[in-house]
């Protein structure tokens, strides 16, 4: 099976930085996806990475290493807004199978 | 864009009723997902289909099945509810082709509640 961890929960100053980190086991794997969740709102993809590296977009960017079955999100210029829960999530397996981690909440304070 | 919609938002059952939870995506997407998100355990999956009338259990399928007999529609069944089934269900969709079939794009979702 597949087993993802992240922090329950994480808070930063707004400007500042933040890194959200996900390490998985998973057989078969694909690629890791990142999420956003607003409070009483729907999972918004955010990014994606296959091969090892950093993607970004916008002030939003992704890690991964392979070898070590570590990615991260990194977050820069951390607005109010950015507050919401972070979800990772493994490709694997067959069918376009994806499975998320338990989140993390992110609080930006003033 | 993209748009994922769900029957209802709120739902109040009693336990043992049978519960219909439905699911429609308007840009032809071949997978479609039903997860359960729960306090402190994330989204788990239920249930997901990658054709019409394909079915593959998800991690939790126990309780629930699922009905896609169009490509747009998939329906997620409780055939009895229990109170252990109030959550909230996010359904999601997904295209085989670019963009990649990574990119889940999620309803509302609805928020059950089991008496």
């Known amino acids: 099976g597949q087993s993802l961890e992240q922090p329950s929960e994480v808070t930063a100053v707004e400007g500042a930085i933040v890194q959200i980190n996900c390490t998985y086991q998973?057989?078969?794997?694909?690629?890791l996806s990142w999420y956003q969740q607003h409070d009483g709102g729907a999972p918004t993809f955010l990014s994606y990475?296959?091969?090892?590296g950093l993607e970004e977009t916008g002030r939003f960017s992704s890690f991964l290493s392979r070898s070590d079955s570590y990615g991260y999100l990194l977050l820069q210029e951390l607005q109010m807004k950015d507050s919401a829960s972070y979800f990772c999530?493994?490709?694997?397996?067959?069918?376009?199978?994806?499975?998320f981690g338990t989140g993390t909440k992110l609080q930006v304070i003033p | 864009d993209v748009k994922v919609t769900q029957s209802s938002r709120y739902l109040v059952k009693r336990t043992g009723e049978k519960v219909f939870l439905e699911c429609v995506q308007d840009?032809?997407?071949?997978?479609m997902f039903w997860y359960r998100q729960d306090p402190g355990l994330g989204l788990r999956l239920i249930y997901f289909?990658?054709?019409?009338?394909?079915?593959e259990k998800g991690d939790i399928p126990e309780g629930y099945s699922v009905s896609r007999e169009k490509k747009e529609r998939f329906s997620l069944i409780l055939e009895s509810a229990s109170t252990n089934q109030t959550s909230m269900y996010l359904c999601?969709?997904?295209?085989?082709?670019?963009?990649?079939?990574?990119?889940?794009?999620f309803g509302p979702g609805t928020r059950l509640l089991v008496l």
């Open positions: 999530a493994v490709s694997s397996g067959g069918y376009q199978k994806v499975t």
């Open positions: 998973t057989s078969g794997f694909y690629g």
């Open positions: 840009m032809d997407h071949e997978n």
């Open positions: 999601a969709s997904s295209s085989t082709g670019r963009p990649r079939a990574e990119t889940q794009y």
């Open positions: 990475n296959a091969l090892d």
């Open positions: 289909s990658y054709d019409v009338k394909m079915k």
